[in-house]
C-alpha cells in the first residue's frame, strides 16, 4: 500500500504558475503508474496525467497539454504536477493517485487507481 499526500496548491491569477507536490510513503511510487485527477464543483473527477511506472512515458488530458507537466523523484518518494499559462476553468481540487493497473490496460479513469490523496486546492481567478 501507499499513502498519498498533496501540498502546493492555493490562489493564483491567470497566467500563473504552480507546482503541486505528492508526497508519498509506504511502498516504493516506481512500482505504480502516478496520476493526477481533478475535480471542479457539480463536475466528476477528470483525469489529468500520468506517468509510466519507469518515468519515461508521460499523458495528458488534451486541456493541458502543453501547459502541465508531470514528474517524479522516485529516491524522494514525490510526484509533481507543474502548472503554467493557468486558465479559471483549471480550478478544482487536485488529487494524487496510484494505480497497480499493468501499463497495456491502464486508461484515464478514476477506478483504474486504488490509491488517493486527500487534494489540494487550486483557484485561478480571471
Known amino acids: 500500500q501507499v499513502h498519498l499526500v498533496e501540498s502546493g496548491g492555493g490562489l493564483v491569477q491567470a497566467g500563473g504558475s504552480l507546482r503541486l507536490s505528492c508526497a508519498a510513503s509506504g511502498r516504493a511510487i516506481s512500482t505504480y503508474i502516478m496520476g493526477w485527477f481533478r475535480q471542479a464543483p457539480g463536475k466528476e473527477r477528470e483525469f489529468v496525467a500520468r506517468m509510466t511506472r519507469s518515468g519515461g512515458d508521460t499523458y495528458y488530458t488534451d486541456s493541458v497539454k502543453g501547459r502541465f507537466t508531470i514528474s517524479k523523484n522516485n529516491a524522494k518518494q514525490t510526484v509533481y504536477l507543474q502548472m503554467d499559462n493557468l486558465k479559471p476553468e483549471d480550478t478544482a481540487v487536485y488529487y494524487c493517485?496510484?494505480?497497480?493497473?499493468?501499463?497495456?490496460?491502464?486508461?484515464?479513469?478514476?477506478?483504474?487507481?486504488?490509491?488517493w490523496g486527500q487534494g489540494t486546492q487550486v483557484t485561478v481567478s480571471s
Open positions: 493517485a496510484a494505480s497497480g493497473v499493468p501499463e497495456a490496460t491502464i486508461g484515464p479513469v478514476a477506478r483504474h487507481y486504488a490509491y
